[in-house]
């Protein structure tokens, strides 16, 4: 709402619900449940990532740009799960669906109705917004996952094993994820940024 100032919060304030949203109520009280059951595996986490970006991609949702980001790493840590790519791929797997629930939870909590944490708020409220670059959307999903959603998941991690120190190897593999999906995620942004094209050619000289 707008304060004294007359300024907008967008971490707090609320448009009309995008069509996406609006499937997503839909299935939810078909299903009696106001926001999803955390996912179980890595399969259900994908599953339901995958549900998200097809809803978006059908309403011209700008939410889908971190979503569907989100999905190509989740998808390639589900791969090295399940070839023994961790020290330890039972606990990763609880551990990357608990922590891809935080986001889960947040988006159908905002579809729903509802107000999230504020830094998801922020990030879906502005998804409903044409100025900001695609860059822009991704890093305000991943400034919410990963510096509120990520030391949470970490900590509950650490309490519910009573080891937080033993998921340190696995945890620094995220990394290893992670840059083997830079350049095919700035080859996606750039096919439909082309700012972000010449800045990347730029930079190379």
């Known amino acids: 709402m707008p304060g004294a100032t007359g300024r907008r919060n967008p971490s707090t304030e609320r448009d009309n619900p995008p069509r996406d949203c609006v499937e997503q109520r839909r299935r939810n009280e078909e299903s009696g449940a106001s926001v999803p059951n955390v996912p179980e595996s890595l399969d259900a986490t994908v599953a339901a990532l995958e549900q998200i970006v097809d809803d978006c991609i059908a309403a011209d949702d700008r939410r889908g740009y971190f979503a569907a980001m989100y999905l190509a790493v989740t998808r390639t840590v589900r791969d090295r799960c399940a070839a023994g790519g961790f ?119």
């Open 87 to 205: 020290e330890d791929s039972l606990r990763m797997e609880r551990f990357v669906s608990s922590f891809a629930a935080r986001y889960l939870n947040a988006h159908d909590t905002w579809c729903a109705g509802g107000i999230a944490p504020s830094a998801w708020n922020l990030a879906f409220a502005t998804a409903g917004r044409r100025g900001p670059l695609i860059v822009q959307h991704l890093l305000l999903g991943i400034n919410a996952h990963i510096n509120l959603d990520l030391g949470i998941s970490a900590a509950r991690t650490g309490r519910d094993t009573g080891d937080l120190a033993a998921l340190h190897t696995d945890f620094n593999a995220i990394n290893d994820v992670l840059a083997t999906l830079v350049d095919r995620c700035e080859d996606a942004v750039g096919e439909l940024s082309p700012w972000l094209r010449l800045g990347d050619r730029l930079a190379d000289g």
